[in-house]
């Protein structure tokens, strides 16, 4: 089969980009155009054109930025792009090529630079974990959702980082060709077809590390009673901050509520059990501080967008169909 209409991907990099923001979703792009021919055209843009260097040392040839006839326009990541000062050149071409995209996306730290642009303005969005309180505080305007694997609203696309750009690749490949060429893509690539956007990113908020101390006490005390109850008054007393004090502090430093970290830390704790365990709902949401099974259910659908029995059947369909040396998510 030839696709009768070839779609213009542009990847756009600049000095000290991050490489698997660009190589894991161009493979993906790649693999499209191989099953279908004509599928896909992609090119790689920087500011002024020619050898790009990553943030590994290689380098990649891009050419000179011309915002014509793009259909998908990727601004990919880069660790250091919060202190970056963007050239007003480069603004102006961004708002040019979204201005004619059909659709834009920021894969990882990419979201730093679309919302420098003004583009995240009024929007959900997500980033790397450990950047989305500072695209927060950045960027007031912006709705950042630190947890999501990827976002996509009114046709502008945001991902997590490092392989959440494969996701994102796949999802906008689904949405051109179809799931089954998507699915043959995330086959050849050897990774889930594909994680739901809704899906945590992993271990976001275990793993979480502030820089204050207190906030830091507060989260290890939570992570390590998360069967008890867990109120902001017991937090703020670890922290030894007043409870006003300790909320600011806390989503300053994690960019959520006290409540909305401790529900996240309750299901995603309860997620890996739901799929890699046998034990009941009920013993499932006891074990990490939810109430009831009922709670943990409003929950789960409120953090992630679906039930625990959901969840639990796609990891049993997941077990029978994953393919050979496929990576847990």
Known sequence: MI????????????PQFTLIDLSGPLEAF??????????????????????????????????????DAIDTFL?????????????????????????????????????????????????RATTHWRFSAKLQSMYPTVHVDADQIYIHEHGVWTSAGMTAGIDLALALIEEDLGRDISRAVARMLVVYYRRPGGQLQYSSLLELDPASDRIRRALGFAREHLSKP?????????????????????????????????????????????EDSRETLETIAHTVGFTDPERMRQSFIRVLGQPPRALRRAARVNEKTEPEGAPRV
Do not use: N, W
């Not at 696709?3 to 600049?14: D, E, G, K, L, M």
């Not at 099953?35 to 843009?45: A, D, E």
């Not at 040839?61 to 915002?67: C, I, L």
């Not at 901050?241 to 502090?249: D, E, G, P």
């Open 30 to 67: 790649g693999l499209a155009t191989m099953m279908i021919p004509g599928s896909y055209r992609v090119s790689v843009m920087s500011p002024v054109g020619g050898e790009v260097e990553s943030s590994t040392g290689v380098k990649v040839m891009s050419q000179a930025p011309v915002a």
């Open 230 to 274: 867990l109120s902001v008054e017991r937090l703020a007393e670890v922290a030894h901050l007043s409870v006003r004090q300790f909320s600011r502090a806390f989503l300053a430093a994690t960019g959520m509520s006290p409540a909305k970290a401790i529900e996240r830390l309750r299901v995603e704790a309860a997620r890996c059990m739901v």
């Open 75 to 123: 601004v990919v990541g880069d660790a250091g792009m919060p202190d970056r000062t963007f050239a007003p050149a480069t603004v102006d071409f961004i708002r040019a090529a979204t201005a004619s995209a059909r659709r834009t996306g920021g894969v990882c730290m990419g979201a730093f630079l679309l919302a420098a642009c003004g583009l995240l303005d009024g929007r």
């Open 3 to 14: 696709s009768a209409i070839t779609r213009h991907v542009v990847f756009f990099i600049y």
